[in-house]
């Protein structure tokens, strides 16, 4: 089996760049392979342009560097999104990706006298958010469930795609950093091991 991770963060030291590392390491540990999208090293353009709305409206072809990006989807089994917590959402670079390449067409068919067709149902989502806060904070002011809301659903489910992972690593700049990484390791090794078998085991 094959897993695309998606590395969302300018700082190739980040713990973010850790975690992304540790669940290839345990992906590669169980047999499977892995291709990291680091899209800040890669220079992607999260900007929406012109050509973008195009590919929206008019179902125009998507310019080279979105088709580029939905060829490795296409050629994975499972997608992984490794990122930081900024103002309680995607950072902007992977908000970008998800604008650009999720596009009408791939993603879904929809048009104004036709009800969305959901064309990602084949793929598995995993998400791995990082935040400096704790979880009360999280919970406290409703930022889980409305981060849940807005990615988990807003996004992936309207696609069809399944959200099997959704983890908040928090706390990310204390101790717990280590904990994470080891949560990251264990959940590549995982990845391709039926739930019902994880939760067995």
Not at 112 to 121: N, S
Not at 154 to 159: E, L
Request: glycine share 6%.
């Amino acid at each position: 089996m094959h897993a695309l991770i998606v590395v969302a963060h300018h700082d190739p030291q980040s713990l973010t760049h850790a975690v992304a590392a540790q669940v290839a390491a345990g992906l590669t540990a169980s047999g499977h392979t892995v291709e990291i999208a680091d899209l800040a090293a890669e220079g992607f353009d999260p900007r929406y342009t012109a050509a973008d709305h195009r590919v929206h409206r008019t179902r125009a072809t998507p310019p080279a560097d979105v088709l580029a990006e939905q060829a490795r989807i296409d050629r994975a089994d499972a997608l992984v999104l490794a990122f930081p917590i900024y103002w309680w959402s995607l950072p902007g670079l992977l908000k970008g990706w998800v604008d650009r390449v999720f596009v009408n067409g791939w993603a879904i068919d929809y048009g104004p006298d036709t009800p969305v067709v959901k064309k990602l149902r084949h793929l598995q989502v995993h998400l791995l958010a990082l935040g400096a806060a704790d979880e009360s904070a999280f919970e406290r002011h409703g930022y889980a469930q409305a981060m849940r809301t807005q990615i988990d659903y807003g996004i992936f489910d309207y696609c069809g795609a399944q959200v099997l992972t959704s983890e908040l690593l928090l706390e990310s700049e204390s101790d717990s950093a280590q904990s994470h990484l080891r949560t990251a390791e264990k959940l590549g090794r995982q990845l391709f091991v039926p739930r019902q078998v994880r939760e067995n085991a």
